[in-house]
């Protein structure tokens, strides 16, 4: 018996001696949840959306706002890969959506999925007064588009003031379909656009003239883009066409609102 138990006794010995001084460096080594909270926190990002309040058509009867896929799609894919989103508008509250995006012919696997999303859609409905929102908060900010971003957004002093921040603290910049016209007033300098010498797109005259609202909105937003130096180009009317120039990310038409979403996540994890 004993020449079976000495082996066995010392094997006994080696294991508790190993499993004793792993133990020590394993508590020598540990890293406390306390430890690992600002990890966590650094890592995550940070997106603003901003939503239009605007809901006249202009002086047609009809109703406007933003239009649902360009925010379901970018939001649902961020939202999917972590990031942590804010939604604002300029009064804050409901924003209006466009009836017409909630056609039966507009609808995206997105846009179904936020319909049976009551927690996204109680969150819109509360969105924060823009006014109270700081870009230090935020590592990125997107504009979904719809037509009501012509009437408000794009002459609202604090998104003015808000995308000229975020551009000056080198953070990206997204806009889809009619919604780059918020760069309408904002300026990179004094008195230069910030849109001028660099590549953009957004809503063409031509999908404007297919929806018949040329004579309706306030302005066209390919002239504007034009018209404040920015290198403008486009894709086939309705197809998925985006553009990504430095801190700017802009999309052509609703199709394209996902690819913008892609191009600004990109950007978030470098």
């Known amino acids: 018996m004993k020449l079976f138990i000495k082996p066995n006794l010392i094997l006994f010995t080696v ?3 190993s499993l004793t001084s792993s133990c020590g460096n ?3 080594d540990e890293i406390t949840n306390e430890e690992l909270k600002p990890l966590t926190q650094e890592k995550m990002k940070k997106v603003l959306f901003v939503l239009t309040s605007h809901s006249d058509l202009g002086d047609t009867g009809e109703k406007t706002g933003f239009w649902v896929e360009e925010f379901a799609a970018p939001y649902y894919l961020l939202k999917d890969k972590g990031v942590e989103i804010t939604i604002a508008s300029p009064k804050g509250g409901q924003p209006p959506i466009d009836p017409k995006s909630e ?5 995206t696997p997105a846009t179904v999925r936020f319909y049976k999303d009551k927690e996204t859609q109680a969150i819109l409905a509360n969105t924060v007064k823009l006014e109270t929102v700081d870009q230090a908060n935020f590592d990125a900010v997107f504009y979904p588009g719809g037509h009501g971003p012509l009437w408000d957004l794009a002459e609202d002093k604090n998104s ?3 995308i000229e921040s975020f551009y000056n603290n080198d953070k990206t910049i997204a806009a889809v379909c009619h919604a780059p016209a918020v760069f309408k007033n904002t300026k990179k300098a004094v008195s230069t656009p910030l849109v001028k010498g660099k590549k953009v797109t957004g809503f063409t005259n031509s999908e404007e003239d297919a929806v018949q609202l040329t004579n309706v909105v306030p302005f066209l937003v390919e002239d504007m883009l034009k018209e404040n130096g920015g290198e403008y180009s486009k894709g086939e009317d309705w197809a998925v066409y985006a553009v990504e120039d430095g801190l700017l990310i802009t999309g052509q038409n609703p199709a394209s ?3 913008v979403a892609e191009k600004l996540l990109e950007k978030l994890n470098k």
């Open 15 to 17: 294991i508790i001696t």
């Open 257 to 259: 609102s996902e690819l």
């Open 26 to 28: 394993s508590q020598k």
């Open 103 to 107: 056609s039966p012919e507009s609808q």
């Open 160 to 162: 003015i003031a808000l």
